[in-house]
């Protein structure tokens, strides 16, 4: 399998993963605060990668001696991302969230082509704007109708394109201190341990020990798949195109709305339905399109030769 596929499967993996955190993230914000529930989702992703690097491989542990400058940033502007992203949550929708956050993913596309210098076609460039004009719709259509109260819509947002900006700038500080030829899972370990010790600053872990086994298990939940999401993405990173990377990210809103729908349809008690209505399918559909066109190349006919 060629590298830059993989590095796409990687992608896509971590979009699924993400697709499921909103939804769990809005139902456990009425239990736990903001503050506590990033700390803890650091805390448990550093403790997990200590535990296994500590059984299978303490080379991991060397990148502590001397952290690269680009990697302290890359911590701390995920620890911002992690918290206002959980705001946003809390002060607006899961689907609303899932689709503002993706201003993140779309600007570390064009970090990829104007910074990082990526090759990218017209075709490619055509598959971006139609991706674009799709979230625009998809917002403009579906994510305002859900919500009465304008001002906590606009103060949601406003966390939550500080938080996608922040985590923009941390996956390009992430790709070049991946350049130097640093393992993925080590400069995540690193990145993990520094974010925790910044957030617990804005936690509670009292409050923990007020919930039940239900509420722990999401928690658990959620630092499991820090650990498996950004594993994956720090992969897809090192192995393909941000510009790539990025647009299969931006697909996870849409994994998000449709399992909502799903887990509506079961009469799941503790998910607030929201439907999409017309536009916003057409959004959806435009989203799909343009990453479609973006990512998958046209196989080139065979060439016959003459006799």
Not at 257 to 269: A, G, T, Y
């Amino acid at each position: 399998m060629r590298p830059q596929t993989k590095g796409l499967l990687y992608a896509g993996f971590t979009a699924c993963a993400w697709s499921v955190l909103a939804i769990i993230l809005k139902f456990i914000s009425q239990q736990v605060d903001s503050g506590t529930i990033v700390w803890f989702r650091m805390a448990f992703a550093s403790a997990f990668l200590m535990a296994l690097f500590g059984y299978k491989d303490r080379k991991a542990f060397q990148l502590f001696r001397s952290p690269p400058w680009l990697g302290i940033i890359a911590a701390l502007l995920l620890a911002f991302n992690y918290f206002g992203f959980m705001q946003g949550i809390a002060l607006t929708s899961a689907s609303n969230t899932q689709v503002m956050i993706q201003t993140g993913p779309l600007t570390f596309a064009l970090i990829g082509i104007f910074v990082f210098r990526e090759r990218f076609s017209k075709r490619q460039l055509l598959g971006l704007m139609i991706a674009g004009c799709g979230f625009g719709l998809f917002y403009h259509e579906q994510t305002l109708s859900l919500l009465q109260d304008q001002d906590l819509l606009s103060q949601g947002n406003y966390w939550i394109i500080a938080a996608a900006l922040a985590w923009a700038a941390f996956a390009s500080f992430q790709k070049v201190v991946l350049q130097t030829k640093v393992q993925p899972q080590h400069l995540n370990l690193l990145i993990y341990t520094i974010a925790a010790f910044a957030l617990y600053f804005t936690a509670d872990p009292q409050s923990l020990l007020r919930l039940g086994a239900f509420e722990i298990g999401l928690m658990c939940l959620l630092g499991l798949n820090t650990v498996l999401a950004y594993g994956a993405l720090a992969e897809a990173i090192r192995l393909a195109p941000a510009s790539h990377v990025s647009l299969i990210i931006t697909l996870n809103p849409l994994i998000t709305i449709l399992m909502l729908q799903i887990m509506d349809r079961l009469q799941v008690d503790w998910v607030s339905p929201e439907p999409i209505n017309l536009y916003g399918a057409l959004g959806a559909i435009a989203v799909v399109t343009g990453v479609a066109v973006t990512i998958f190349k046209p196989k080139k006919p065979l060439q016959t030769s003459s006799q």
